[in-house]
Nanobody, 120 residues
Framework: QVQLVESGGGLVQPGGSLRLSCATS????????MGWYRQPPGKQRELVAT???????NYVDSVKGRFTISRDTAKNTMYLQMNSLKPEDTAVYYC??????????????WGQGTQVTVSS
């Protein structure tokens, strides 16, 4: 079984920063693309950023220049550095990973989510 555990959420004032972490554990052969998603109150879950196994990144336009996604392959951990936070960034943030359990078997896993609230 594979588990993803997010941490680092909390309450921050507008303009502040937070760093989210997503630790992956379990029976893992390798991890392909990882991503951060968020679900604002009353809205659907949306993609925030992704990072491939070779470090290629992609961001939704609303966070470009403010958020940075990264990963530590040795630790099977992904990060999201969030700067210049805005009230509209308030959401539950989820991490997602495309995991090879074996060379021929892949599944997508989700974390349980961590709350980020941006408010004065």
């Amino acid at each position: 079984q594979v588990q993803l555990v997010e941490s680092g959420g909390g309450l921050v004032q507008p303009g502040g920063s937070l760093r989210l972490s997503c630790a992956t554990s379990g029976s893992i052969f390798s991890i392909e693309t990882m991503g951060w998603y968020r679900q604002p109150p009353g809205k659907q879950r949306e993609l925030v950023a992704t990072i491939t196994s070779v470090g290629s990144t992609n961001y939704v336009d609303s966070v470009k220049g403010r958020f940075t996604i990264s990963r530590d392959t040795a630790k099977n951990t992904m990060y999201l550095q969030m700067n210049s936070l805005k009230p509209e960034d308030t959401a539950v943030y989820y991490c997602n990973a495309d995991v090879r359990i074996t060379l021929w078997r892949r599944n997508v896993y989700w974390g349980q989510g961590t709350q980020v609230t941006v408010s004065s």
